[in-house]
């Protein structure tokens, strides 16, 4: 067991808690070989869960104790100071330990990236981290950042967002080469802030990165770049219109299928096709977001998760974490400097 | 007929030119009473047009002649320099002499927010026009303003888009005290920059205005608000990751009725109630963008508009002067400063 990935999860995080994330854990457990979870939290909660374990996984499943917990709406900076002891704390020291490769939590997302920083701290070069998610397009799916972390962005930063994002890119899909956009909201040269400019310019000059121009959000759906970069305060924007845009077509979809006879006729044998494609493409159902830039993986999971979604955060922790993403990035850096 | 709003339309803007802008102009003059179209362009291909139109409109259809065109990639300073007879800035200066209420132009955006700023002139208290679309939602549609003419905004130029966008929300759709929203990442006071959270101490300083706190970009869709105010990048964003959202929907949909015999059956009966969806709801087929702040109507059409869409941005054109919404954002501001 020694070459399996270790993973620690903030069991307590999450509108649902334990209830969600230990049987999450539990399905991949059985579902990937070299893998091992850290159940990180009030260990009463988690034991009693572990009872309805299934057999044969024992072995890939541990725990450790944490007894406080980061409430959701409680501010990043007194969860930090005050909570030596909480859940996303201790997950986060088990990485900086060695004892863990990455991180999953679906808790407060200030707290986990103000924990995260201080005890895994940044890479050098890196000035704070940054929120990165795939959206999915038309025919795959696209890596844009920042979400939210950071809400004003320096050139130097969307420059280390581009960076960042194309070595994920080529270590979780295996793309050779990703194309990197600027999102702006036209395509010439002369739109776009100061920061936006600059961050072209920088881009340009770096013949590691495989810069494509500027991008315009609609054509993230086109699959026209691999990675996408914009500060945090638009990144977070294109992906809520995004989710609202989906949630709304969904309702229209069940209204017309439900306003007349002929509707609700054709609804019967419809709708089971449509839902799968709002599964598919909803951004707001897609789960897990990487902060990129700490010397560890840390993934964010959406508060809101379900089992699948917490679940599918744990691939994505799994997926990095093999590939050591925080190292790579540190190597790209390293390799760009000299 | 000297009741009757006068819209000076720019024919030669837009990707098809006359040929869409001449038949729209006509299919408006039939379905509006008090109305009088001024087609503004070249005359030997409006006349050629005119051959084809319906009878008993004749009085309400008028031309008058522009020798240049603005091409959709030139550089709006230049045109404004070195196309004084441009069909745009024809259609401006019978706007600014009285012998119109509104112009309607497809034709580039930069070049006829550039020639309506220096013609018509901004309202006293007003810095720069902005750019107001409705975009649709779950029960009908929210205003959201700026959506690309000022990509940064200061506090100040925000608290002008709320008071400009309540005024239109009141006259054009009679409520009497509008919803107004400022877009942010979060409902949280801590969320924001700076401009963001000072344009929100305003807002809550004037009790004029409805003003009802942040809101987040999905909630736009669920008509959480009827006005919400952005910087121009971010709202240009929210509408191009929106339009490009829907444009996937629709594709995915198109193709899971056509990957199986299934599929295919379902879909015969399924996607005409769908199209009727994708067409309500698609931000980029709604037409029509108000530049607001300006001393006359002017409404930007899409430059890929049909005719159906530019019909639509004339119907705009309509509503608002026929409120004069100029005068009355005008009034709305003389009030606040007193």
Redesign the interface.
Known sequence: LSNAIRIAIDVMGGDYGPQVTVPAALQIASEVSAIELILVGDLAQIDSLLKSAPSGISHKVSTHAATQVVYMDEKPSSALRSKRDSSIHVAMQLVREGAAHAVVSAGNSGAVMAIGRHILKMLPGIDRPAMCAQI???HSHCYVLDL?AN??CSSEQLYQYAIMGSVVATAVDKIASPRVGL?N?GEEDIK??EQIKLAARLLEENKRINYIGYI???????HAADVVVCD???G???L??????????E???KD??SESLY?RV?GV??LP??R??CT??D??KLNGASLLGLQGCVIKSHGGADLASFASAIRMAHAEAYKDVPQLINQQLAIMHH
Chains 1, 2 share one sequence.
């Open positions: 999915p397009d038309r939210g809400i004003d999102l909201i776009g802030n315009e959000a609609d054509k993230i759906y086109e945090g305060f638009v977070n924007t294109v809520k219109a995004s989710e609202g845009v989906a949630r709304l077509i309702n229209k979809i017309i299928f509707g054709i044998f419809a096709l449509l799968k494609i598919q493409i951004p707001g």
